[in-house]
């Protein structure tokens, strides 16, 4: 009788999870140097015939050795922060009155700015997302795969490749800048 009852309760908490090809990523710029300002969106992907999405919550990480974030916008209209973005912890964001649904494939759900940090060694740094789900517009649980934004580090010293100079008085030339 307890199996039948444990089983019974499994396939209802089954039934009433869905998955469906739904993935929530950080998208945006791919490369950066110590110093600069960057824009990463936390940005939901799916197919056309997926239902229409209510909110959405994940896990959101990044190396704070080489990145600072600076400021976080929510990007859809009339959708709420319960949980702010934060590194190595949980975000959420949702529309509790449910009259702002997202029905496009795509959409950027949340645009981050982060600063790379000056004194960065690291050639490249990534920001991951995992243990995404969303809610649909029936608030039926909807798992969504997580996925990573690589970001390469480019340090000004390395890149310098100065071969000639030209001055209105005069040329500099076979320069060496080691």
Known sequence: MKNKIIV???LILFLGIKVDAISLKPTGANTAKPGDTLKVYITL???EDEETISGVDGLIKWDSNVLTLKDQAL???KWTELSEVSNNEKFAYGNLSLDNLITATSANIVELTFTVNNDV???ETK???SSATATDGDSH???LTGSSLTIAI???SSVNTLKTLSLSSGTISNFSPS
Do not use: G, K
């Open 8 to 10: 019974f309760i499994l």
């Open 45 to 47: 992907e799916r197919t």
């Open 75 to 77: 990007l859809i209209n």
């Open 121 to 123: 060694s690291a050639d």
């Open 127 to 129: 920001i991951e997302i």
């Open 141 to 143: 649980i909807v798992r």
């Open 154 to 156: 480019t340090n000004l």
